[in-house]
């Protein structure tokens, strides 16, 4: 597997929603929300679902048409990642920031979406040529941000909303 412990270990570390609502200069285009309640509106609206899915979907027909050997390993790895990386995550951090914060189930589920499918790319990256949007929004999380949408309805097209 190329999802190794120090990855996961770099996960556990990094400063989760440390920045949020503080400006931010990144690679690639954001657009910053004022408020967790713009933040929360934002990550449960059908854009951002709509982004993500298409995102996620372009990985995983990347990997079914170019590497389909490797993507027959794609439920077995979805299951170790879930129980090694996404779970201990989610009891030991999001939820009790969720609780913290009076934020909503939602807030938990973006976020587990997103780096279940960031730790999927991190997996395949030997497998040249995969859609890293993932790997983009885990750089948002290392910042202490949230990333939270997308200003358009056509992905790629538009920049990514941020807390």
Request: glycine share 2%.
């Given at each position: 597997m190329n999802l190794d412990f120090r990855f996961i270990d770099s996960l556990l570390l990094l400063p989760w929603f440390r920045q949020c609502g503080l400006s931010h200069?990144?690679?690639?285009?954001v657009c910053q929300v004022r408020s967790w309640k713009e933040a929360i509106d934002s990550c449960a609206s059908i854009e951002w679902e709509?982004?993500?899915?298409?995102?996620?979907?372009?990985?995983?027909?990347?990997?079914?048409?170019?590497?389909?050997?490797?993507?027959?390993?794609?439920?077995?790895?979805?299951?170790h990642v879930k129980a090694?990386?996404?779970n201990p995550l989610t009891t030991k951090l999001w939820?009790?920031?969720?609780?913290?914060?009076?934020?909503?189930?939602?807030?938990?589920?973006?976020?587990?979406w997103d780096i279940l499918a960031a730790c999927m790319e991190t997996e395949y990256c030997d497998c040249a040529g995969i859609p890293c949007f993932f790997q983009a929004l885990l750089q948002v999380y290392?910042?202490?941000?949230?990333?939270?949408?997308?200003?358009?309805n056509e992905y790629p097209k538009g920049k990514l909303l941020i807390f």
């Open positions: 200069n990144f690679s690639f285009e709509n982004t993500t899915l298409e995102a996620r979907n372009r990985l995983t027909e990347y990997l079914s048409t170019k590497w389909s050997s490797r993507y027959c390993e794609w439920n077995t790895v979805t299951l090694k990386v996404i939820t009790p920031f969720a609780a913290q914060n009076n934020l909503p189930k939602t807030f938990v589920d973006c976020i587990e290392k910042a202490g941000h949230f990333p939270c949408g997308w200003t358009s």
